[in-house]
C-alpha cells in the first residue's frame, strides 16, 4: 500500500467491534447451556480463531447478516487441536478454561504465538490443581492439557495482564470453587464486569477480584467499537495539521481509554460525548489538531495503555521537546517486538527516537519522511506505520498490510475515505 499525506482530513468513522469484548463474549457461550445472540461480533482473524475454538468443543453457531446465533447443548471433547494462530487472547483464556473441563486438549499456535509466554497462565493454573504441559518446561505454545475440577486459590497475579486475569476469573467459574485474585494494577476489565452484569457473583474492588460459585444468564449483546482501533484516528486527527475526525460508537471504559487521558494531558483537543453506560459504556469521540507538549511515563501508565504505546511514540515526534516512555518492557512479547519494531519504522521514517531496555527517549518535532517500511507481521506495527505516513512527507510504502486482519479487516477502505 502506497500512502501521501492528505492535505486535509475531515471524515466520520465507524469503527470495527472490539476484539476483547468480542473473544469474551464467545467464551462466555461455553460456560452455561443455551442460547445467546451475539450483535456487531468482529470479524476479524484472531475472533474467528477463538469462534472455531468454542465449536470445536460443541458449540453451535449461525450467522446472519447482523449478528450471530450461539447454542450451547453441552460441551464435547475437541477431535482436532485447537489452532489459536496469532491471538494471544484465544491462547491464554482458552487454556483457563480448557484446564477446568472434564477432557483433553491440544492448544497451538503460529510462529508468533508459540514464542509468546504462557508460563504466566500455567503457572497459577497449576496452583489451582491443573493438569497443563507445555512446550520448553510448560513455558510455551504447544500446550497439552487434561481438564478436571480445580480448587479455588488466592493469587496475587505478578504481571499486569488482563489476559492472566480473564484465564483464571474462568477456570475459577467453571470449577464452582471461591478465588481471590489481585493485580499489580488494575487492567482492562471487561472480563469481571461483563460477567457480573449477566448474574456472575463477582465482587471487585479496585485492584481485587473475588470469584463466587455461581451461574450466569443466556444474553443478547452487541459488540461496541474497539477503541484500540479508534486510537489510530484519534492520533491521526490530533498530529495531522488540518483535520477533525469524529469517531462514533466506541467503547468508553475506563480501563481502555487511558491513551486519551495522556494525551489530554498533552495538551490534545478531543471530546466525548457518553452514551451508553451499561454493561460498557460507550460514546462518540471528536479530535482535531493539536499542539502537544512531551510527556515522560512510567510502567503504571504503560501498562494502562499497552497497545496504544506504539502511537504514543509517534505521538512524541510531534511533540515539542523530548518525551520519555518508560517500563513498557511488556512491548517485547506481544505479536511482535514492538519496542524495536516501533523503533525501527519510525528511524527510517527520520525520526529521533532510541530504544532502552524497557522503552523509548524520542525527540519531538523532527520531520518525518516517507519510505519504504517493514512491519514485521503485526496488525499494530502496519497500522502504526499508514499513521506515520499519513503525516510524512512524500510517500511511504507500507508492506505486510494483509497483516490489519488480525483486528481490523476494512482498515484500507476507510483509509482510502480519508481521500474521497
Ligand atoms: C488483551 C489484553 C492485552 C492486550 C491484548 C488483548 C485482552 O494483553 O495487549 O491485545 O483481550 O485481554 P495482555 O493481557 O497480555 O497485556
Redesign the pocket.
Known sequence: MKIKKPEKIRIKIALPPD??IS??LLFFTLLEQGKYKIKNLLNSKDVKRTLYFVRNLGIESKKDKESIVIENRGLKEPEKILYCGNS??TA??GTGICSALSFNFFLDGDFSLRKRPMKRVIEPLRKMGALVYGRENDTKLPVFIKGKKLKGIKYKIP????????SLILASFLSKVESEFEEILK??D??ERILKYLGAKIECEEDRIRVFPSRINNFSLKVPGDF?SASFWITLGILHPESEILIKDVNLNKTRTFYMKILKEMGARIEIDLKIKEPEPEGDIYVRTSELKPVKIGFKECSKM??ELPLLALVCCFAEGESIIKGAK?LRV?ESDRLRNTTRILKKMGAEIEEIEDGWVIKGKSKLKGTRVFTYKDHRMVMLSVCAGLLAEGETEVEGEKWVEISYPCFFEEVKKIYD
Open positions: 476484539k476483547s473473544h469474551r494471544g487472547t491464554r483464556l504481571v499486569a495482564s488482563a489476559q492472566v486475569k480473564s487492567t482492562r471487561h472480563t484500540s499497552i497497545d511488556e506481544k
